[in-house]
DNA sequence: GCAGTGACTAGTA
DNA sequence: ATACTAGCCACTG
């Protein structure tokens, strides 16, 4: 297991404390961490399956409410509907429109 | 060491 | 409401 920088743990450190059921934006947790918003896509983009168990990256999204597409937008479909098991309510467009889910309330 | 890239955000038109 | 621009920091080649 190699290991990763300070500022990545911290990362997924504050990504492992959402709870069940919220959802936090990259820039919250790039003001929590201490750095831009892309080094947190960043980190969350190195989060490969297996490789770091028990973080709830899908509880990540961007300010707007949405899950961002990356790649070929396959894991962006399952984090939708991980959230969407989790209770977190959706609107229409399919974006957290709603405060309650939010951890620690909509930027 | 420099240049390119990336799951972003905020501001302006 | 959408579209574009600038700023942001870390990693890879």
Redesign the pocket.
């Known amino acids: 297991m190699k290991k ?2 300070p ?2 743990q911290r990362i997924y450190d504050i990504a492992g404390q959402v709870p069940y059921g919220k959802v936090i ?3 919250q947790i ?1 003001r929590m961490a ?14 490969k399956s297996g490789s770091h168990p028990g973080i709830p ?2 509880r ?5 409410g949405k ?5 070929d937008g396959v ?2 479909a399952m ?1 939708f509907e991980l959230l969407k098991g989790e209770g977190v309510s959706f609107d229409v467009e399919g974006r957290v429109n709603d405060p309650a889910c939010w951890w620690m309330g909509k ?1």
């Open positions: 990763l920088s500022l990545y934006s990259y820039g790039a201490g750095c831009g918003p892309r080094v947190v896509g960043y980190a969350m983009a190195a989060l990256w899908q990540v999204i961007n300010s707007q899950v961002s597409v990356h790649g894991g962006n984090q930027p």
